[in-house]
């Protein structure tokens, strides 16, 4: 029997392990809601059942743990509310646990409750979530929702702040979060601007997507690479932050994902390929948290159309924001019609 028990799952540990009267109910709405304790009182004046030693009961696919064992069913089957009761969700993988719940039971696929759910980051660091919607969905299957006030100081995890809504579906071992992140550097002549995103985020290992139209708080749009104004030959630089000018040229770009790198300290932009593995093809921007030198590499745009004369850029863009001071390694290739001739009596002289 041990080594069959070793082969359970804790789900299903939990089942074999109970021990009391099963009570269900006959209500239709509640398609046989039931629950098992070893012990019960029963109010035949009042039609109440009040239950003790209540372990758990299973909803839709949740597993609802009540917070001092009692249950009091009334008339037509009505439980009352759960004070202090703990919410894992789902009953297959058990990713996600909610404490200090007020929960309704209201059928055997059906509550709603409220609580407060531990945020764990890369370093252990604990944050707690309110949960103030968790319900289930069409399907059967649990999800919540919270808010995280932009004075909360809530962080994803030392390097990304956040404020937005929280949302849990407990099929998805990673919470998804929607709202703006915020990056924690030192470099005074780049602000920190709240960004937008919506995405999973894996603690252990950040992501935040940044793409093309990508927009902050306010919904401005914002900018990753190195820019040149109109008007002017000054290269500058934009890091999750605004243009100078709406005109403005993208000397060099890059979006994709932005990550932290905690090895060389570096807030990183690319695709994730190039991330992972930094010798794959893609356009590319770090910023240094402390030093503040940003870089960037790929296909360069300088600005210039020389009509039937096709230039195609590629390089490296390297600035200390702290001096002011930038360097660009650029190589150039010229497409163009050019006679034979031309062409013999160039080689010759070379």
């Known amino acids: 029997v041990s080594k069959n028990k070793e082969n359970l799952s804790p789900t299903e540990l939990e089942d074999v392990q109970l021990k009391g009267t099963q009570f269900i ?12 304790a070893p012990s019960a009182k029963y109010n035949l004046r009042k039609f109440i059942i009040s239950a003790n030693e209540v372990k758990f009961i299973r909803v839709a696919d949740a597993t609802i743990y009540p917070g001092d064992g009692k249950v009091v069913v009334e008339k037509q089957a009505a439980m009352q509310t759960l004070k202090d009761s703990r919410i894992i969700a789902n009953n297959t993988n058990r990713y996600h646990t909610i404490y200090g719940a007020t929960t309704n039971i209201y059928g055997r696929k059906n509550y709603s409750s409220s609580g407060s759910y531990d945020y764990v980051d890369e370093t252990q660091n604990k944050q707690v979530v309110k949960f103030d919607v968790v319900s289930v969905d069409s399907t059967y299957q649990t999800y919540a929702k919270g808010k995280i006030g932009i004075t909360e100081g809530f962080t994803l995890s030392p390097n990304f702040g956040f404020t937005g809504q929280v949302l849990l579906s407990a099929n998805e071992q990673y919470l998804t979060f929607d709202g703006a992140a915020k990056i924690s550097h030192e470099c005074q002549n780049l602000e920190r601007l709240w960004v937008n995103f919506k995405s999973p985020v894996n603690p252990t290992e950040i992501y935040i997507p940044v793409g093309d139209s990508l927009k902050e708080i306010n919904n ?5 690479g190195f820019f040149i104004t109109n008007d002017s030959t000054h290269i500058y630089p934009a890091f999750l932050t605004k243009h100078k000018n709406y005109s403005d040229l993208a000397v060099s770009n890059a979006n994709g994902f932005l990550t932290f790198d905690k090895t060389d300290s570096k807030y990183k932009i690319s695709n994730k390929e190039k991330l992972v593995e930094f010798n794959l093809p893609g356009n590319y921007l770090s910023l240094h948290r402390s030093a503040c030198n940003m870089y960037g590499e790929g296909k360069l745009n300088l600005g210039v159309d020389f009509g039937q004369v096709k230039i195609n850029t590629v390089g490296n863009i390297n600035e200390d924001l702290i001096k002011q001071s930038i360097s660009l390694d650029v190589l150039l290739t010229l497409d163009f019609f050019i006679e034979n001739k031309c062409m013999d009596m160039l080689t010759k002289d070379l």
């Open 25 to 36: 109910s006959i209500n239709s709405k509640q398609d046989s809601l039931t629950f098992v």
């Open 220 to 224: 401005n749009k914002v900018y990753n």
